[in-house]
């Protein structure tokens, strides 16, 4: 049984930093994918860094780049958020993929496997 368990998270002012992980259940290389995604209230769940294992190369979305970095070992993954903006603020989620192949890892319809969500609040 697969199991993705985050920690982390909570409430930050603009310009911080805050760090989630999350604990896989089996070695990250039985994954095809891993990511992590967020939802906002009334916004639509976003993509916001991915890795296909196949190549090892992460993915950022715009709203990312520059200021959140992903990393993983083999049994965790980890989302870095620095710089942090009011607009950051939403459930954060990990994703895994198992089987198959993944071509789109910022996409939530990749992935069969998630986290329990962990809230992130950033204040002005």
């Known amino acids: 049984q697969v199991q993705l368990v985050q920690s982390g998270g909570g409430s930050v002012q603009a310009g911080g930093s805050l760090r989630i992980s999350c604990a896989l259940s089996?070695?990250?290389?039985?994954?095809?994918?891993v990511g992590w995604f967020r939802q906002a209230p009334g916004k639509e769940r976003e993509g916001i860094a991915g890795?296909?294992?196949?190549?090892?190369n992460t993915h950022y979305s715009d709203s990312a780049k520059g200021r959140f970095s992903f990393s993983r070992d083999n049994t965790q993954i980890y989302l870095q958020m620095n710089n942090l903006k009011p607009e950051d603020t939403a459930v954060y989620y990990c994703?895994?993929?198992?089987?198959?192949?993944?071509?789109?890892?910022?996409?939530?319809?990749?992935?069969?496997?998630w986290g329990q969500g962990t809230q992130v609040t950033v204040s002005t």
């Open positions: 994703a895994a993929r198992r089987g198959g192949r993944c071509y789109t890892p910022l996409k939530g319809d990749e992935y069969n496997y």
């Open positions: 089996t070695s990250i290389n039985s994954f095809s994918c």
């Open positions: 890795v296909p294992m196949s190549s090892g």
